[in-house]
Nanobody
Framework: VQLAESGGGLVQAGGSLRLSCAAS????????LGWFRQAPGKEREFVAT????????YYADSVKGRFTISRDNAKNTAFLQMNSLKPEDTAVYYC????????????????????WGQGTQVTVSS
């Protein structure tokens, strides 16, 4: 499966962005989808994950209450709504898909995911 992120950009602190992750090549409607990010000089870190049904979501403490992950299985797409952005949210954001059909578990390790997008830059100015 190929994943393509979009929606990144430059925003002021306190602003919002909505990232999209479009899958192609095969359906991801039965897969867990996740978002990760990597800031300059730092390791990639987990942001959010959503189960195939959308019933279960899980967030990193640093984004809880500000970010919302969602998905549209009919469109083979995932989203990350980011509100109240902070300068420390600046990073390249990656979406990922796990080959774990119909799982409702929580997957927040990058090795749980099999397919990755190229990333989209999010820059939050102070």
């Amino acid at each position: 499966v190929q994943l393509a992120e979009s929606g990144g950009g430059l925003v002021q602190a306190g602003g919002s962005l909505r990232l999209s992750c479009a899958a192609s090549g095969r359906t991801v409607s039965s897969s867990t989808l996740g978002w990760f990010r990597q800031a300059p000089g730092k390791e990639r870190e987990f942001v959010a994950t959503i189960s195939w049904s959308g019933r279960n979501t899980y967030y990193a403490d640093s984004v809880k209450g500000r970010f919302t992950i969602s998905r549209d299985n009919a469109k083979n797409t995932a989203f990350l709504q980011m509100n109240s952005l902070k300068p420390e949210d600046t990073a390249v954001y990656y979406c990922a898909a796990a080959d774990n059909p119909y799982s409702e578990g929580y997957y927040y390790k990058d090795y749980d995911y099999d397919s990755w997008g190229q990333g989209t830059q999010v820059t939050v100015s102070s």
